[in-house]
């Protein structure tokens, strides 16, 4: 189906960089081109302008020595929320960039689950100019499905498509009407975009705080079962196949949701989905051994072993296209609380990177390459923004990793306002090392 | 005991704590004209034995049998602030109801007078006997508190860091009273 | 006498606080249960106070309404002539919307020495003792642990069948929602009984025999063989997930009657954390009847606590709780 009413995905502008620049010495893995190699890669005016063994540099290029370090197309984190506007005490887009830039990602979208909750042009365009302003990192915005997020009627997708949307999704909520669901993915074919859904039943959550299982039941703690994301996610693929239209599910946690998604590319369905690094690397016996952290507690909740192997294992085999860190800030107060009424989520942008490099490369789980692939290529493609490769002319995004380094995760280091991670002192090889954006070094 | 004292020297033999025992018996009947109303309390724990000997030696000598109960202090000790973890709790049993009786509180060492004070917080929380007397097999001096004895079976003159132990054979496997001193320096 | 001869136990007690049974060894258990022997005997005399806890202050700070439990602290800090200090939801202090975060800094600038907590929400005394000097005694926090009730289960058992290893326990009623039935679980198994729970499909918790119990539907089967009958209040209301259509049906289901126990074992006894739910959990002569030891829990609940108090009184901490 292909009446979309603007074929290319309108890039918002962001500052260039004036001088050209020369990123010498490191070892380039681009896995869009099938490329490891050492060599020197040239940025100028804002794009890719070449790569090759000891490039010349043009009169006034900047020099970025990249020895020891590898160097990557920019970095895309297709699920974060900034909380601007409205929540600017637990983050903002100034904050939530620069703690992209200091994660090693040149680009992010946004969540429109704000205040007010972005399903308009001006929200939209209240995020680009803040970005912009802030100049830390690229802003995709995602909008609502629905009127304030209501979850009744269709939110004005072609407004803010042109104000600069990428994808759309109530996320923070589900879209529980299906036929607003039916609805949904039928007219954003219009603009050729993703329809991103946050999958569970709040019926059959209920009061459930945790996963529904052997922790649980020990803790005293309401829980919430696999079945309230596996009967929607079961529900919309059904209605993908009358459709059609481009589905993505949100933050996999279960066995099950892996089972749907690999059954409904197999039978050719336009389905896409993601995983955070919290369900690849924690499971629920990390509330019981936090005793009630309420770092860990989020939507969806941290499964069980059988489900995190099963997430890993959709990974390496491919039925889960990206990594997406669900970045979700909260102030230190409104955490710090009983477990049983503290806001979800927890904190993604600073520690994802280290996280995968370590658990995932280092580990042997998957090659260098393919990490890149799931942090990169594959999001700008869900995104469909341009990024996620160096080939020439694409824009001059650009990520430098250390393979070596040996880092504590310190959160009271973070860029973020917040505070809310599990991974407080977490040991790990392997960090973000700098990032370019549009030619530009981004100094934090 | 502290694990840095040595035994210096045996301080009574069985068979003088069986005499001194047989003596203290005869003087707390003198002194209370019989048995009637008499009761024996034996302070937990080696003050338990002690007091069920002189039971004994009092039903040979007077043909009747004296009550004997015991008694744990620990919840009246007064340095409870300051020593930690909790003392472990032992029962007190009584046995019987105390007002009006004539009360024989049994210790095997007297000391600074503290679990003598706490003894008497203790029964009085339990009725209001007619007298209360005290028995202790060993005096060794130091008192923090004016607390005497009524019947005494020896007194010891000690130094304060010394230590005093009374050992039952009923409980300890033999029966003597030893006094322990510092390891001498070297 | 020098007072040095007993001062340690096997286990002496020594941690700050008292948050579950979960964390406990069974020496440490026996600990309790061993001092609260000697308390049962305050209760006996005319006179029924030590002054062992003279000058300290507890606080209770109950944000779920109980009298039972509170009373029975109440008593026990009464009985150890300790200074008690009553917070409840019904006082303004605790209905404002204070977070319990700030809730705790206010009582740390009063400097108890000891605080027992009920609250709604599983892991609050965890936050309390962590924040506090004062030792934190959980007095229930929502379904997760009532230890002290645990401890005053077992001493009964104790009591009346002079021991737990061996026996068959068997736990009847809303399992899901129970804190009673999770630290009783722990203490059981720690001491060597065999644990059943008995509920409704829709009242029976998700991987439940992970916690070392073996797991049936029917109260039939929890009565077979059982030497202690534990059976624990029904409260439909307090579901609202459509869990149980109504309490008559519960109790057809699933109520301990005369006629049910008449397959129970020889020298069972039947037991309840109250309060009772007469006709709906259990039949009233049952609950009166011979076999039950509900009464006797309530004696002992007092010596229970009376022992928690003492022993977490003598632990000093430098700091707030736990490193």
């Known amino acids: 189906m292909s009446d979309t009413n603007s074929g290319a995905k309108k890039s918002p502008d962001f500052p260039v960089g004036s001088r050209p620049v020369v990123v010498r010495g490191g070892r380039v893995v681009d896995p869009s081109q099938d490329l490891d190699a050492r060599v020197d890669l040239l940025l100028a005016d804002g794009v890719v302008a070449g790569l090759g063994e000891s490039i010349d540099a043009p009169d006034g290029a900047q020099e970025v020595d990249a020895s020891g370090l590898v160097v990557c197309p920019g970095l895309i984190d297709p699920h974060v929320h900034l909380r601007e506007p409205g929540q600017e005490h637990k983050e903002t887009v100034r904050t939530g960039t620069m703690a992209a830039a200091a994660g090693g990602f040149t680009a992010v979208a946004c969540m429109a689950n704000t205040s007010p909750v972005n399903d308009d042009a001006a929200v939209t365009e209240l995020i680009l100019s803040q970005a912009r302003r802030a100049g830390f990192a690229r802003v995709y915005p995602v909008g609502t499905v629905s009127k304030r997020m209501a979850g009744e009627e269709l939110s004005e997708m072609g407004e803010m498509f042109a104000a600069g949307a990428v994808a759309f999704s109530d996320d923070g909520v589900v879209v529980a009407h299906p036929e607003l669901m039916r609805r949904a993915l039928l007219y954003a074919q219009h603009y050729d975009v993703p329809i991103m859904q946050h999958a569970e039943d709040l019926r059959l959550t209920g009061d459930g705080v945790m996963h529904e299982g052997e922790h649980s039941t020990k803790l005293g703690l309401q829980g919430i079962p696999r079945s309230a994301e596996d009967v929607i996610v079961a529900r919309d693929l059904i209605l993908l196949e009358e459709t059609g239209g481009r589905y993505h599910v949100q933050h996999l946690s279960t066995v099950r949701e892996v089972e749907l ?43 069980a072993e059988s489900d995190r192997q099963a997430l890993l294992a959709g990974l390496v085999e491919g039925t889960i296209d990206c990594i997406a860190s669900d970045h979700a800030p909260h102030h230190p107060d409104e955490k710090d609380v009983e477990f049983s009424v503290a806001p979800y989520g927890i904190l993604g942008l600073e520690t994802t990177v280290s996280l995968c490099l370590d658990r995932l490369v280092h580990a042997g789980v998957l090659p260098l390459a393919r990490v890149i692939h799931l942090l990169s290529t594959a999001p700008a493609k869900i995104l469909g923004v341009p990024g996620g490769t160096l080939a020439e002319g694409s824009p001059a995004d650009v990520t430098l990793l250390d393979l070596e380094a040996e880092v504590t995760i310190d959160k009271n280091a973070f860029r973020s306002k917040s505070r809310n991670t599990p991974f407080d002192g977490w040991k790990l090889k ?14 934090l | 005991m502290p694990p840095t004292l040595e035994p210096k020297k045996t301080l009574l033999d069985s068979k003088q704590i069986r005499r001194l025992v047989r003596r203290i018996a005869g003087e707390i009947v003198e002194q209370a004209g019989g048995t009637t109303d008499l009761m024996l309390v034996g302070i937990r724990s080696r003050g338990v034995p002690f007091a069920e000997r002189l039971a004994v030696e009092i039903e040979a000598m007077e043909g009747a049998a004296v009550p004997v109960g015991t008694l744990d202090i620990t919840l009246y000790r007064d340095d409870l602030s300051t020593i930690a973890p909790q003392p472990v709790v032992r029962e007190t049993k009584l046995g019987q109801p105390i007002d009006d009786r004539v009360i024989v509180l049994c210790d095997d060492v007297l000391f600074s007078g503290r679990t003598i004070r706490a003894a008497l917080d203790a029964l009085i929380d339990y009725g209001r006997p007619r007298a209360v007397r005290l028995a202790v097999v060993v005096d060794r001096g130091h008192r923090e508190l004016p607390i005497q004895a009524d019947y005494v079976g020896k007194v010891v003159p000690t130094a304060s860091d010394e230590h005093v132990e009374v050992r039952f054979d009923e409980v300890d496997g033999t029966t003597d009273v030893r006094l322990f001193t510092r390891e001498e320096e070297a | 006498m020098a007072p040095a001869a007993e001062t340690r136990s096997a286990a002496a007690w020594t941690r700050k606080d008292l948050l579950g049974i979960a964390e406990l060894s069974a020496d440490e258990i026996r600990t309790i249960l061993d001092t609260a022997e000697s308390f049962r005997e305050v209760a006996e005399r005319p006179i029924k106070k030590v002054p062992t806890l003279r000058g300290k202050t507890v606080v209770n700070l109950f944000f779920e309404s109980s009298t039972r439990t509170r009373s029975s602290f109440e008593i026990a800090e009464k009985r150890l002539s300790a200074d008690g200090l009553n917070f409840s939801a019904s006082t303004s202090a605790l209905t404002k919307g204070e977070s319990l975060v700030d809730t705790a ?25 962590r924040r506090l000097k004062a030792g934190v005694i959980n007095a229930g926090d929502g379904a997760h642990e009532h230890p002290t009730q645990a401890l005053l289960d077992a001493f009964t058992i104790r009591q009346r069948k002079g021991r737990i290893e061996g026996l068959k326990v068997s736990i009847v009623g809303d399992i899901e929602h129970s804190r009673v039935v999770r630290s009783n679980i722990h203490l059981l198994r720690k001491l060597g009984a065999e644990v059943t729970v008995a509920a409704p499909r829709t009242l029976m918790p998700v991987d439940v025999e992970s916690m070392g119990v073996r797991a049936v539907h029917s109260i039939d089967e929890a009565i077979d063989g059982a030497d202690v009958i534990m059976m624990l209040r029904i409260q439909l209301e307090r579901q609202g997930r459509m869990s149980f259509p109504s309490t008559r049906e519960y109790f057809n289901l699933f109520g301990l009657t005369t006629e049910r126990m008449a397959r129970a074992k020889e020298g069972v006894i039947v037991m309840h954390p109250g309060p009772m739910n007469r006709g709906v959990e259990i039949a009233s002569d049952v609950a009166d009847g011979p076999f039950s030891v509900i009464l006797e829990q309530v004696t002992n609940g007092v010596a229970v606590r009376m022992a928690v108090l003492y022993l977490l009184s003598g632990v000093r901490s430098e700091d707030g709780g736990e490193g």
Do not use: W
């Open chain 1, 261 to 303: 998604l690999r059954d409904a590319k197999a039978r050719g369905l336009t389905a896409t989905c993601e995983v955070s690094p919290h369900h690849l690397f924690l499971t629920d016996k990390a509330v019981a051994d936090s005793e009630f952290s309420t770092d860990c507690k989020m939507k969806p909740p941290l499964r």
């Open chain 1, 430 to 443: 392997g960090r973000a090392a700098g990032t370019i954006v549009g030619g530009r070094q981004i100094a």
């Open chain 3, 105 to 129: 800094l206010n009582l740390q600038a009063m400097a108890p020495d000891l605080i027992v907590i009920r609250h709604a929400y599983p892991g609050a005394p965890h936050m309390l003792a």
